[in-house]
């Protein structure tokens, strides 16, 4: 079974029609917030192929106050049992420069996953050095870089930490995510949609059902059969989740 490691199924236009639409897809549904949280659930009870991530998006937790963050937190806590990771957080500091608020919130995020034992699914929009910094700081161990866009020093120093990557659907058009799957182990890459966002062919509304897409891109350079690339991401998922 492919998997797509990252999608916004409550965020895509007619969310149920999507994911029937990728029966032969392991959608993993990521939230944002605790609206989407709660959607994303919903999504895993009624449908076989979807598990959920929990997730904090950093510009949307700049709104939060501390208490309204600790909500966030502590649903994300009573429900451990019931998603797979913790994602999509991180910071970005293209939409906002306030790094310290995004940093502790972030901080606060890390201390929840060790606690639960979750990975984390980490988005890092302009910000790649100051996430590797806090995560080595702070010792993580498993981690999946969301559309990673930073630097190939900073692409060497994930794979020395052992962190994985996931690599969207839009590789068919980037030559970055390409040299990410040249340069970096099979071992340590997942495929993901990004839904709605990041068609691989730049249109409007991408679904899961395009993961194929970051599949055939990894075969055609590691020069492995999809067969033999499905197999090593189920590994890596397994490996990962379980």
């Not at 609206?35 to 998006?57: I, Q, T």
Request: charged fraction near 35%; glycine fraction near 4%; charge should be neutral.
């Amino acid at each position: 079974m492919k998997i797509d490691l990252h999608a916004h199924l409550e965020m895509c236009e007619n969310s149920e029609k999507v994911i029937s639409n990728a029966k032969s897809v392991l959608i993993v549904a990521a939230g944002v917030d605790l609206n989407s949280n709660k959607k994303v659930l919903e999504f895993s009870e009624n449908f076989e192929n979807v598990k959920c991530s929990f997730g904090l998006y950093p510009i949307e937790a700049l709104e939060l106050s501390g208490k309204e963050l600790q909500k966030e937190l502590d649903f994300i806590e009573k429900n451990k049992n019931k998603i797979i990771a913790i994602g999509e957080v991180g910071i970005d500091l293209k939409e906002s420069d306030n790094l310290e608020k995004q940093r502790n919130n972030f901080l606060k995020i890390i201390e929840l996953a060790k606690k639960i034992d979750k990975p984390l699914i980490v988005h890092s929009r302009k910000s790649e050095k100051e996430i590797l910094e806090i995560l080595e700081q702070e010792k993580v161990k498993r981690v999946v870089m969301h559309c990673f866009s930073g630097n190939f020093k900073l692409v060497k120093r994930i794979v020395e930490n052992g962190w994985s990557f996931s690599i969207p659907t839009c590789v068919k058009r980037s030559e970055h995510f390409q040299k990410i799957i040249l340069e970096v182990p099979i071992e340590n890459l997942f495929c993901e949609t990004d839904s709605p966002f990041l068609h691989p062919d730049g249109e409007k509304n991408n679904e899961p059902k395009n993961v194929i897409e970051s599949y055939k891109m990894i075969s055609k350079i590691k020069k492995l059969s999809l067969k033999e690339v499905e197999k090593k991401i189920e590994e890596n998922f397994e490996r990962l989740f379980f």
